[in-house]
């Protein structure tokens, strides 16, 4: 479990959870750290997430701002970068997507007068990453996240409440900073058991995901030993500001469940299929997809969900390419 640091610690959240987060606090005078109160109970100022880029967009003056889309399997992290993260600015600029990235960041938010919040990420480090260090924190993140969920559970069904049930939960060995989190969420958070168990699913359906990938790359690494040895590709090593952040413990790991053939993974291999480098026609992909026998709409929402999960993007508007 994450401990508390000097400087903040950098939480590993998925995007599910971080973009359902509408609870923002600040403790202290002005120069206190300001959080966002996950529905788990985690105090967030910073985060740590690993995903796929796959949109970036210069929104401000004089390339003053921009903007990109990280897609974890559970969803996506939007990421400003502008003046006061000239680095992570230009790397954003210089970026040929789809590219895994892992961020390093500030946890940020966005409340316009009709009361939503919008949570975005100021990367304090960006950095290239590669597909083995996204599924090793998409099983950390899952790790994480399912105990955090026991500990959400056990005090909904607690029936405490404030300082009762933080002393209930500190009482059962929970951490002190996800204790006072977990109060603030029960108390914040409408119908948080439906969230949490919406939640389970989105974890479950990461997990899967990254099964899913493993499996096929395992066919790849069989191929790839029937080719040349300066055909091989070359490894992306991981950045060492990066390994810092990464938690030393890699031990328990939730159990992969062998994942369901459904019409998402018939349709991302349609995609992976037809796709020879520049791109296949959405229209091409819909009309193959229904004559394997899946419906229209649902191969719209196949495509929006691997889209999430970035294994696909939009290039531009139309055009489909794999990742």
């Not at 600015?89 to 990235?101: H, K, R, W």
């Not at 940020?108 to 290239?128: A, L, M, Q």
């Not at 193959?288 to 649902?298: F, L, M, S, V, Y």
């Amino acid at each position: 479990m994450d401990k508390i640091l000097d400087r903040e610690v950098a939480w590993r959240i998925f995007a599910w959870e971080f973009n359902r987060s509408t609870l923002h606090i600040s403790e202290g005078d002005e120069r206190a750290p300001n959080y966002i109160i996950t529905p788990t109970g985690v105090k967030c100022n910073r985060l740590f997430i690993v995903g796929v880029v796959t949109e970036v967009e210069n929104i401000g003056k004089d390339n003053s701002l921009w903007r990109g889309r990280v897609a974890d399997p559970t969803g996506v992290f939007t990421v400003y970068a502008g003046h006061y993260q000239p680095e992570a600015a230009i790397f954003l600029s210089e970026l040929n997507i789809p590219a895994y990235v892992a961020v390093v960041g500030k946890a940020r938010k966005f409340e316009p007068e009709d009361g939503s919040v919008y949570t975005s990420v100021r990367p304090e480090d960006i950095n290239n990453a590669d597909e083995e260090l996204r599924d090793r924190w998409v099983l950390d993140t899952a790790e994480r996240t399912l105990e955090r969920i026991n500990y959400i559970e056990d005090a909904l069904s607690s029936g405490k409440s404030g300082n009762d049930l933080k002393e209930y939960l500190l009482g059962k060995g929970t951490n002190a900073v996800l204790a006072d989190g977990a109060v603030k969420a029960i108390e914040h958070y409408k119908d948080l058991d439906k969230t949490i168990a919406e939640l389970k699913n989105a974890v479950i359906h990461a997990i899967e995901a990254v099964a899913s990938d493993r499996e096929t790359k395992a066919d790849d690494i069989e191929n790839q030993n029937q080719m040349k040895p300066e055909e091989k590709s070359v490894e992306i090593k991981t950045p060492p500001e990066i390994e810092e952040t990464i938690a030393e413990e890699d031990n328990a790991k939730p159990e992969l469940k062998e994942p369901e053939t459904g019409p998402k993974e018939i349709i991302a291999g349609i995609i992976d299929k037809l796709d020879t480098g520049k791109g296949i026609s959405y229209s091409i992909v819909v009309e193959t997809a229904k004559k394997a026998g899946i419906d229209p709409e649902i191969v719209e929402s196949g495509i929006k969900e691997l889209m999430d999960e970035g294994r696909c993007y939009e290039p531009k508007i139309g055009i489909l390419r794999k990742v």
